[in-house]
């Protein structure tokens, strides 16, 4: 199968599989918003991220080495997984000590009475993960995406019977999370018959050396895209303004916010998944450029088409996520999302620059391109939610992504040259920004302004989808 056709076939079915699977995610948040007030979402919002912080810390950026090196023909299975597995379990051993202490850091109040819980939680996402990752490394792409339609119901049953039928909250959020990961992780486990390439006589000690070397910058590349989501709400929790309203409810709101925008995140998570694969075996490949300009061209217009898209029916489509009959203050989501449609957008353009340093092993120019966006966040953070409040995180994340992309495209590009047209990204992007702004304001007639920008987007676009279409028919 050639680079194309096994690229879409890959794409194809993590589709099948992450889907349907992301859409009932995105249900749960209907779900949580009619039995979570505005307070426990924004304990929750701020306990997932600081999982997320945790984990690459104390799995040492797991999802990164293990991918990549289990996919490499010049080491073997059985030592990738096995070392890994090791350095996991040493990993979360170590947290399981630190994380009880966190809650008496002032700024980390938030994590009393659920210490045990959130080692629990970063466990079994740890020991899925190392599942999840060594399945796609063995390109078993059909169990991968069965796994995750599988997880999803779980978890969604389990949020079911813990927060709308046992009224448990955040406690029953977390039970949901672990008990689903413990299950998914067993399945693969079973289904992918693991235990074969797991062996205390497998482990490498030169092996781990490589790994951890490898993946030494990723660890604060990845907690500093963690910590730019995490200084959100925590400049929304701790901020004062006499002018815009701030605190635990209003992270709850800005939590929902980013659910909706997590419709073009599953998009690009879908292609990424199957693009990460290709970029690591296709890297020493002859034709690695025009390879990579063909598919970023027809990705980016992807990604713009569907943002677009979403912002022109940002108000009905967030309506249908986010239930506001419980608590009303929920009704007004829809105004801080349109941003951060346009901010995911970057995140996920970013990602796939961030796929060229990690297929060529210079994963260094991760960390300190990561290291811009943090900074920019931070700073348009202090500047700007004591005045627009939960809008003045929404632009900081969009204008660290904007900016970091912009550092990316032109550095990652030395590694890997491709054609890249500036002129038409930036011109999609004020486009974009215009709509964002209409649909926040509503001005006179802004449906039909909407209508009429969104179809500009696509006239601008569809060329770029067109040609793939036709490499992929004709291949």
Known sequence: MNKYKKLAFNTVVFAIGSFGSKILVLLLTRLYTKHLSPVDSGVKELIEPTALFLQPIFTFALQEYLIRFGLDKHYDKRQVLTTS????????????????????????????????????????????????????????????SLDG????????????????????????????????????????FAMGKLKG????????????????????????????????????????????????????????????????????????????????????????????????????????????VASAGLILLIKPVTAIFVNSSTYSEYGEVYRYTPVLVAAVLFMSLNQFLGSIYSATKHTKNSFWTAFIACSVNIVMNIALIPVWGIQGASVATFLSYFICYWVRIIDARYYVP?????????????????MCVIAIFEPALWGLWLFILTGAVCVWNYQALLDTAKKLLKR
Not at 236 to 249: N, Q
């Open 85 to 144: 597995a090791v350095i996991t379990t040493i990993g979360m051993l170590i947290m399981a000590l630190i994380v009880p202490g966190l809650r008496f850091v002032p700024a980390l109040d938030y994590l009393k009475g659920y210490s045990l819980l959130l080692i629990a939680y970063v466990t079994m996402s740890s020991f899925r993960m190392l599942c999840q990752q060594f399945v796609r490394a063995r390109d078993m792409v059909k169990l991968f």
């Open 197 to 304: 390439f797991m062996s205390i006589r497998y482990f490498s000690g030169e092996l781990a050396g490589t790994m951890m070397k490898f993946a030494a910058p990723l660890i604060p590349t990845i907690v500093m895209w963690t910590i730019t989501s995490l200084s959100d709400r925590m400049f929304i929790r701790e901020m004062k303004s006499d002018r815009v309203p701030l605190g635990e409810a209003s992270v709850g709101i800005y939590g929902y916010a980013n659910r909706v925008p997590n419709l073009i995140s599953m998009v690009s998570t879908i292609f990424f998944q199957a693009w990460n694969m290709s970029a690591i075996t296709e890297n020493d490949s002859a034709d690695r450029s025009t390879f990579y300009e063909k598919v970023y061209g027809a990705y980016e217009s992807l990604l713009f």
């Open 149 to 188: 339609i599988l997880a999803t119901l779980t978890l969604f049953i389990f949020n079911l019977i813990f927060i709308a039928g046992l009224h448990m909250g955040v406690k029953g959020f977390m039970l949901a999370v672990i008990l689903s990961d413990t299950l998914s992780a067993a399945f693969l």
């Open 418 to 434: 491709f054609k890249f047209n500036g002129v038409k990204c930036f011109a999609n992007t004020v486009i974009l920004l215009i």
